[in-house]
């Protein structure tokens, strides 16, 4: 399969870790995303706006991800050249994958529950489901900053 190579030389943070399927589990992806991107030198506003995303994926692979006794995975990616941010959650759900859910056939009021991914797609420059072999999923959204002159 080929790959897009990355420009040599262009320095590229990186972070992956285990947590726990859990609302503790959860709030520790958030709060491990922005450690990362401060130390990183990430703009304050490409960290606040992947601490919305992660906090949101996050919490849907605890909700809907969950498989007992699996844990989830956050990965990051920050290329701060071209001012990029990669998010990525994997669970262990592979056969249900994310959708933003709209109001009942005619009607224009969104269902209860739905929203995060609505506000995943304001925040994030492009998102998507891929399936993550033997059984799950991942999550990604990719962030941009405005590079600076």
């Not at 998010?87 to 969104?110: F, H, K, M, N, W």
Request: charged residues 20%.
């Amino acid at each position: 399969m080929n790959h897009a190579t990355p420009h040599v030389g262009a320095p590229v943070g990186t972070f992956t870790q285990l947590l726990s399927s859990t609302r503790r589990g959860a709030r520790l992806a958030r709060l491990l995303a922005v450690t990362a991107l401060r130390s990183w030198g990430a703009p304050e506003d490409l960290t606040e706006r992947a601490e919305l995303v992660v906090a949101e994926l996050a919490a849907n692979a605890v909700l809907h991800g969950l498989v007992p006794g699996r844990c989830f995975r956050l990965t990051l990616a920050f290329d701060p050249p071209a001012g990029h941010l990669r998010v990525e959650v994997t669970d262990a759900r592979g056969e249900l994958y994310p959708q933003i859910l709209t109001g009942a056939a005619g009607s224009d009021e969104p269902r209860p529950g739905g929203r995060g991914l609505m506000l995943v797609a304001a925040l994030a420059d492009h998102w998507d489901c891929v399936p993550h072999p033997p059984g799950g999923k991942t999550v990604r959204a990719v962030l941009t900053a405005p590079v600076a002159p």
